[in-house]
DNA sequence: TCGCGATATTATCGATCGATAATAGCGTAG
DNA sequence: CTACGCTATTATCGATCGATAATATCGCGA
């Protein structure tokens, strides 16, 4: 709510080019979240970042432009989130470690779903519909996790560690399973009420995914 | 895209008030599905349906009034293709079959979020906000769905046959993981170059969540 | 301290939104 | 065949949309 002082005491009026910037990127993937790209408005994203309207065009060329800004910062944050996860083994030798790695991943992705429920309200906002938008994530960042979860995802079938579910599939049941209680948190609450941004839901939800994905897998 | 003629021969130039309003009701289904209420047009749905916008406040009383009962239409679609599944049974006698209606119900689900994307389409762009909408859609259909659902989990959970996943969120995986592909199927096919729509996809998907949901499925 | 470039703020544009009044025309009852 | 009720169509309202021009103000360098 009230903006912290810059640490050398002196009273800041303006905020940074990059203070403003972040600001309207986190309330504009809010917005889009929450209402999509046609429902969410530049004067509603503006004054969540305590901004006026017309700096979105100042700082960014337009409203698409500042979707695709705000798109590129959360799969930053989503790679981030994944940073050092290598699904693809150089040596078939441990298939087991392939597995934990997997697992591994499917906890870092739900974490990163109650964490920024944006990202998977965006997609769905956008996947239903074919569109510049889309194909642009898709084929910018969708694609690679989706060929690097597939790869993996054969070997594990292969190994018997997975479930029997072909990696197209696999790819949608994990996602969408991962990322439903946080993209409809307001609903958890009102049917269940309890708070899926809780530690206990998060660890508990993440627990029952590797459980039915990879039955197979070696616990301990 | 032409209409047939009525059944007596005589040329009909205007419907019947059934036709036209059925006609704006799975018109809106379809924007509400793809754009939410927001985002939604009346200008959009009415042209989808062959009519014009005024129409709308004509044949409802407004574009709220029309999504609610866009909304009872959808759910009642929902009620018919469950009709018959009890998973209440009045006795604990025989749990196996009851996993067996639960499969059934997976299977019956996940080709009616094929049929009827929009189902899910909507639920998650209410499911994001709190709203007048999103409560009255959940006490009034969701919540039967989740305590039937979930009451019948417990007891497939005490018998071994459900997979390790608590109810609350069981019914979040279930939706999800049997929703999205439909939902984002614009997405699926620039992905995969595969139609989720198909036969052969909805039949895989159907067998593999039944597969990781009752591992202790009899299976025969 | 002064001046200027960068940013903020206000005002306003044309387009589109949901809604409604006014008018036109179809179709059946009598 | 006429007349009237129901539905369709057109026109238009105030509100809000994204965008931009015009103006005001901040804050750093000289």
Redesign the pocket.
Known sequence: MARNPPPNGTV????S?TD?RRALLESALIEFGAKGFDG?????IAQRAH?????????FE???ALWTAAVDHLFGLLAEAMHGLVLRQPTDADVAQLGQTFADGIRRFVSFAAEHPELNQIMVHEGTTASDRLTWMTRTYVQPFFNGIGSAWQRLLEAGIAAPIDSDTLYYVLVGAASLPYVNASEVRLLTGRDPSAPAWIAAHADGLVAILLPGLETG
């Open positions: 800041r009026t303006r905020r080019r403003i969410a408005s530049t004067r509603a901004a006026h309207q017309p700096q979105i065009n100042y700082h337009s409203k698409a």
